[in-house]
């Protein structure tokens, strides 16, 4: 059973717009969230982050949103750039902090 | 720059064939990791290691074995790989609890088995 979904395979934004990832999580006791994303050929590297204490984290044209109640989190990209065009993993930490929990994954395209 | 490699970008073997899958950290990590990622599942965790000569099964573990003799290394066996063993398999270091968000991955191996 998968505790952390994504429940969109895949989402394709003009450039210039806004694009919005999101994920959902089952299990409470995860403290601290992160986003990832992975270029074709590559491993996947770290984009941001989010405290289970703060309900919104920005790092320039990204920002994360966490809804505790609803068990809900959102990436924001501001505005979309066709090198943004990749797949986003939403993942997960519980209190010992070092493994992840991992999502399907999102394949986002931006277009030009 | 920090560096986790992966010692094959390619690989293809014969059901029944032991596979090692070899990984190496120059940052002076304490945790290993190694994953799979299959598309519309994700990355699952196969086995992790805190520290030398320990590890520890994640969610995916059967069919695979580790092996962490020296702390930059960490190794993935297939002991009799099977079809559904095909996969990409990624390897990740971090630095204990704190340093959890900071998970670096290697490039990744493309393994076909066939």
């Known amino acids: 059973d998968q505790q952390v979904k994504q429940n969109s395979p895949s989402l394709s934004v003009q450039e210039g717009r806004i694009s919005i990832l999101n994920c959902d999580y089952t299990n409470s006791m995860f403290d601290y969230f992160l986003w990832y994303k992975k270029y074709p050929a590559e491993g996947p590297t770290f984009l941001i982050s989010i405290s289970s204490i703060k309900d919104k984290n920005e790092d320039g044209r990204f920002t994360v949103f966490l809804n505790k109640s609803a068990k809900h989190l959102s990436l924001h990209i501001v505005p979309s750039q066709p090198g943004d065009s990749a797949v986003y993993f939403c993942?997960?930490?519980?209190?010992?902090?070092?493994?992840?929990?991992f999502g399907a994954g999102t394949i986002l395209r931006v277009k030009s | 720059d920090v560096k986790v490699t992966q010692s094959s970008r390619y690989l293809v073997k014969r059901t029944g064939e032991k596979v090692f899958l070899e990984c190496v950290q120059d940052?002076?990590?304490?945790?290993m990791f190694w994953y799979r990622q299959d598309p519309g599942l994700g990355l699952r965790l196969i086995y992790f290691s805190y520290d030398v000569k320990m590890k520890e099964k994640g969610d995916i573990p059967e069919g695979y074995s580790v092996s962490r003799e020296k702390k930059e290394r960490f190794s993935l066996i297939l002991e009799s790989a099977s079809t559904n063993q095909t996969s990409m398999y990624l390897c990740?270091?971090?630095?204990?609890?704190?340093?959890?968000?900071?998970?670096?991955f290697g490039s990744g191996t493309q393994l076909s088995v066939l």
């Open positions: 990740a270091s971090s630095l204990p609890r704190g340093g959890a968000e900071k998970l670096f």
């Open positions: 940052m002076d990590h304490e945790n």
């Open positions: 993942a997960a930490s519980g209190r010992d902090g070092n493994k992840l929990v």
